[in-house]
């Protein structure tokens, strides 16, 4: 399985486990699009969420890369690389 493949999974398991019952006093300006104002409240909380997963993965692919060791360092410590860039860009 490819890390974009891993990584869309990771954001679609995101998306299923999280709840959308958010109590948000965000305010939202005036916009021409015709999404109801609950369903961008719910969709800004879904959007702050993956935003905060995607950080997280982020530093932990950073981490890793950082701390490998062993036989297979050098395979592991460019894989780990490759992720946080890949993250980065998100």
Same mark, same amino acid.
């Given at each position: ?21 958010? $109590? ?9 699009? +015709?999404?109801?104002? +609950? ?18 993965? $982020? ?9 490998? $060791?062993?036989? +297979? ?14 993250? $980065?860009?998100?």
């Amino acid at each position: 399985m490819g890390f974009m493949t891993t990584l869309l999974a990771f954001q679609e398991d995101l998306v299923m486990t999280t709840t959308l019952s958010v $109590k948000s006093t965000a305010r939202f300006y005036p916009t021409r699009n +015709d999404l109801a104002a +609950d369903v961008r409240s719910q969709l800004a909380a879904l959007l702050n969420q993956t935003l905060a997963a995607t950080l997280d993965l $982020k530093t932990q692919a950073k981490q890793a890369h950082w701390n490998v $060791k062993g036989m +297979d360092f050098l395979q592991l410590h460019e894989l780990f690389d490759a992720m946080s860039t890949e993250l $980065k860009l998100l």
